[in-house]
């Protein structure tokens, strides 16, 4: 076989190796993050907090990036000064 056609084959299979998508976060992942952003950054961050996840699903996957939707049930945030 030509030498030069060997660097060829394995410069192609470097190349894409490094163009393959990240595998998607796990649900729990994603839930994890969704109820972090939302309990303590988001607009109703202090509030409320999401107490539980109803369903979710990943639209526009592509090589950099996804859309999760995500549907869940909110609760007040309790004020444990109020007790």
């Known amino acids: 076989m030509n030498p ?7 410069v192609l299979s470097l190349f894409s ?3 393959t998508a990240a595998p998607l976060p796990s649900v729990a992942d994603i ?3 969704a109820k972090q952003y939302y309990d ?8 409320f907090i999401i107490q539980r996840f109803l369903q979710q699903r990943i639209a526009d996957n592509n090589d950099t990036r996804f859309v999760a939707h995500i549907a869940y049930e909110w609760a007040f945030k309790r004020d444990p000064s109020r007790s």
Do not use: D, Y
């Open 31 to 33: 839930q994890h993050k």
């Open 4 to 10: 030069f056609r060997l660097v060829i084959i394995a």
């Open 40 to 47: 303590t950054r988001g607009e109703w961050a202090g509030t």
């Open 17 to 19: 190796l490094s163009l």
